[in-house]
């Protein structure tokens, strides 16, 4: 007997992912429900050869539901999440909304996958930000061996990151610079096509972007509260796939050639390092990919002990889709829960 999975914000950009790869990995699923609000009702959304009727969240009923994948914003994960909690759902959410409650864990399986076992608390699972995501999963198997001190890391955020208005955003300027037509900033402060943005998320006070801040306090939940990060976010006119350019401080001692050999035997680490031209991984090979792929390795000689590296994603899949899928798939593997049906 199989699961019966609900996903939530079917129609978006990652809502349309979480359906592919839910199909691709084969989850053992006997129904998948595409949920999304009203005015989505009806639309239909693909999963593997099959079409799939979206139906209103606010009008479904949750309690012969197994996992809910949600994919709807942190303002409708904040409403409906604890409900669906409540009504014996297991809840895998992709917004932020429950990512620094801390009777809520925060997931990555390669990462963390023993603080899983703290989901019933509430019966929610946090998927953490796309641009840590990626940034932990190479971290961790360096830190288990040589006890990362600090993190300087910058990234080049694709639009996708930004959701299906981002990635219009900069489909529509790029046309309109071609051609001569005035260029509108809608979803941006400023202008994406050919130009970089070093500004995603709300200003802090501290000068400071909440996605810069996010990045901080997830590594330091998921991996170790003791390691002091920095990082500057960018937007970068791309349309799928995350980069990061990071520099690492390491308690111990550890060479480029030790760094490659551990990450290559890490799992969802992917190394293409050779030091000629086009050696290395871009953003857009990524595209498509599961793995997290690890570049230009080398030791950094302004600190003691320290690396820099260059690390991208496809922030669609390991970002967001992929980890939630992975979060449910290890639910099931660890026997933390079982079909509704075969229950009763």
């Keep these: 007997m199989g699961f019966k999975v609900a996903v939530v914000g079917a129609t978006g950009n990652v809502g349309r992912e979480m359906l592919n790869i839910l199909e691709e990995r084969g989850f053992p699923a006997d129904e998948v429900v595409a949920l999304a609000s009203r005015r989505s009702q009806g639309t239909e959304v693909s999963y593997g050869d099959r079409t799939l009727k979206v139906k209103a969240l606010d009008q479904y009923d949750f309690s012969d539901t197994d996992i809910c994948i949600m994919s709807a914003g942190g303002e409708v994960s904040k409403q409906w999440s604890p409900k669906i909690g409540k009504q014996g759902c297991v809840v895998i959410d992709n917004s932020s909304a429950f990512r620094y409650d801390q009777d809520v864990p925060l997931i990555v399986p390669e990462v963390n996958p023993d603080a899983i076992a703290q989901f019933t608390r509430k019966n929610i699972i946090a998927n953490p930000n796309c641009s840590t995501a990626q940034l ?197 593997e660890r026997g933390l829960i079982q079909p509704k049906k075969q229950a009763a």
């Design 136 to 332: 932990v999963v190479a971290l961790k198997p360096l830190h288990d061996v040589a006890r990362i001190k600090r993190v300087v890391v910058a990234t080049y955020q694709s639009v996708s990151g930004a959701g299906k208005e981002g990635m219009d955003e900069l489909f529509t300027q790029t046309r309109a610079v071609f051609v001569a037509d005035s260029v509108e900033n809608k979803k941006f402060t400023k202008r994406i096509a050919f130009n970089v943005i070093p500004h995603i998320d709300v200003f802090l006070d501290d000068g400071f972007t909440k996605e810069e801040w996010k990045m901080v306090a997830e590594t330091k939940k998921m991996l170790d509260p003791k390691i002091k990060l920095t990082a500057t976010c960018v937007r970068v006119p791309v349309f799928i796939g995350h980069s990061e350019a990071v520099n690492i401080e390491f308690e111990t001692p550890i060479t480029a050639d030790e760094a490659r050999d551990i990450l290559r035997e890490a799992p969802g680490c992917q190394v293409i390092d050779k030091r000629e031209d086009g050696g290395y991984i871009t953003p857009l090979e990524s595209a498509g990919e599961d793995a997290t792929f690890i570049s230009r390795i080398r030791e950094d000689s302004t600190v003691d002990n320290g690396l820099a590296m260059w690390i991208v994603s496809d922030n669609l899949r390991k970002g967001a889709a992929l980890n939630a899928i992975q979060i449910a798939e290890l639910l099931i």
